[in-house]
């Protein structure tokens, strides 16, 4: 009976913990008095019209493009047989390895006026003044989001697609139907949930951004919630624009989960995917041209031109580069993600394992809440997390709680775990989903029990889908960004951090070595992942 009541206690309190953040933000509502009143009025006269024309025009534009190149490059190589088909199924997953904002690093540092594409085209044409239109605006964050979040749209279209449009391709091409109604009448409204899933999830991504937002001036609610918490020290500004930003992703989160119910698919039985009925229409070679470079272009402008940008200065400055300083940045980088992907890893086993032994509403609605977690941006985490602390201090103005936060990794970790656990618990969960629950039930009559049966049954089963849950926290925690820059310890810059900084004061030779550390570090899930693709 004791363990059952403690047990309950701690979930109780790691539920608090985990959703402090936009219970604060909720919280913030309930002091909305006359002075809060008039800084959200002139907030609607002044700035809140650009954030919200601005973050529209940039989901929308974001939507279509993550849409048409992810349904497109998934048609590709689900549906037709081309020269190099099974290398780009691999290969369209390499952007998911680049960050978004050193992807806006890599463009704009070779395509800005003093980059080496205009200055060598004025010499060699005797042109002058700008060659190329500036790319730090909304069109070029349009595209660079696009490049670099289409793997979303394209992983949920093709596994949309390989459950069943070869066969019922098939079927049409058998009933007379012609290739393109094909596609317009069985492979695309098929799809449809997953796209919009896809879209969904990159839509999140975008509405919580900072760095590429910040760094092409771009206004939108991000980077309003850092500007109005950090230049202009309105904290009750940031709370209202932080709980508008909650309020979109929990619509676009409501539609994401909505188009994941309807991906529901029959499988065939008794037929293997890959029987003759059922194998990708053979192109000509003028169509394979076409397909070819519509897988190809993808890759070339999210992940090859990108690494290429950024290694052209990094060449060139190597004799100057801070190394010193990069092993101290790598190091910082390294503890932080070690210590959060070992908190979020050992979180998200307890939650499993009380799913998995004690199925309750409260066990159920825990899981859910740490789930939810990865939805939330890392600006309204961090709002979220310092508006208790300005409170604690106001109360207790003797008080160390606000030293704990703010100049310890303490608070740092406690922004990743909100943020991550949820990736850790989806892998973990995965893998208790593998383990038959046959075997709880011999472990019981051999009389092990608690965390006997934990350690002598589960952990041997799940040792491997442990580790990749902490190599994925642990890549997630290297390229965050918004919640990194306000809530690190003093002295304590990461890769990440760095990355920006120098990118921002347009060092962006130097901003080139913890960029492309990032990229290699991103590049071990995606290896992952593909490797988990090819598996039949």
């Known amino acids: 009976m004791l363990s059952r009541i403690s047990s309950t206690v701690g979930l109780l309190l790691l539920a608090l913990a985990l959703t402090l953040p936009v219970l ?4 913030s509502w309930s002091q909305f008095d006359a002075a809060a009143r008039e800084v959200l009025a002139e907030m609607s006269r002044t700035v809140l019209p650009d954030y919200t024309f601005t973050s529209l025009v940039l989901c929308l534009s974001v939507a279509l493009g993550v849409a048409v190149v992810g349904m497109a490059t998934a048609s590709a190589v689900t549906l037709f047989d081309f020269p190099g088909r099974r290398v780009f199924e691999w290969a369209l997953l390499l952007p998911l390895a680049m960050p978004a904002y050193v992807v806006a690093y890599a463009y704009t540092d070779f395509l800005q006026f003093s980059g080496p594409l205009q200055v060598w085209m004025r010499e060699s044409f005797g042109l002058r003044g700008r060659v190329f239109p500036e790319i730090r605006n909304t069109p070029g964050a349009v595209w660079v989001f696009t490049f670099s979040l289409y793997p979303y749209v394209y992983l949920l279209a093709r596994t949309a697609l390989t459950e069943r449009a070869a066969q019922l391709m098939e079927a049409a091409r058998l009933l007379g139907a012609p290739l393109s109604r094909r596609i317009r009448e069985v492979a695309l409204p098929l799809a449809r949930p997953a796209v919009a899933a896809g879209v969904a999830l990159a839509l999140m991504e975008t509405l919580a951004d900072y760095g590429v937002a910040s760094y092409f001036g771009i206004q939108t609610f991000t980077a309003g919630i850092y500007k109005a918490w ?3 020290d309105m904290p009750l500004a940031a709370a209202q624009l932080a709980t508008m930003l909650l309020a979109l992703v929990a619509l676009l989160l409501w539609l994401e989960r909505r188009a994941q119910q309807r991906m529901r698919f029959a499988s065939l039985r008794g037929q293997r995917a890959g029987s003759a009925d059922a194998q990708p229409v053979r192109l000509s070679a003028g169509r394979s041209v076409l397909a070819w470079l519509a897988c190809a272009l993808p890759i070339l402008f999210g992940f090859v031109l990108p690494v290429l940008f950024m290694l052209r200065p990094l060449i060139g400055g190597w004799e100057e580069l801070p190394w010193t300083s990069f092993v101290q940045w790598a190091g910082n980088s390294v503890r932080l993600a070690t210590i959060s992907a070992a908190a979020a890893t050992a979180l998200a086993l307890v939650l499993a394992f009380a799913v998995r032994t004690r199925p309750g509403a409260l066990t159920r609605g825990v899981v859910q809440l740490a789930g939810l977690g990865y939805a939330v941006p890392g600006a309204v985490i961090v709002v979220g997390l310092l508006l208790p602390v300005g409170w604690a201090q106001k109360a207790f103005p003797d008080g160390s709680i606000g030293y704990w936060v703010t100049a310890t990794v303490l608070g740092i970790v406690w922004a990743y775990l909100v943020r991550f656990t949820a990736v850790a618990l989806q892998s973990v969960q995965s893998g208790y989903a593998r383990v038959p629950a046959s075997l709880d039930d011999s472990a019981r009559m051999l009389g092990t029990t608690g965390a006997a049966l934990a350690l002598r049954v589960h952990w041997p089963l799940l040792r491997r889908t442990t580790a990749a849950a902490a190599l994925l926290v642990f890549v997630d925690v290297m390229k965050e960004l918004p919640a990194t820059l306000v809530l690190r310890p003093f002295n304590s810059d990461t890769l990440a ?31 992952m992942l593909s490797r988990t693709l090819r598996q039949r």
Do not use: N
């Open 24 to 27: 604060a933000l909720l919280a």
């Open 230 to 232: 950090l230049a202009m």
């Open 497 to 527: 951090v760095v990355a920006y900084q120098l990118a921002r004061d347009e060092r962006l030779g130097e901003a080139a070595l913890p960029a492309l550390t990032l990229v290699l570090v991103g590049l071990v899930p995606v290896i």
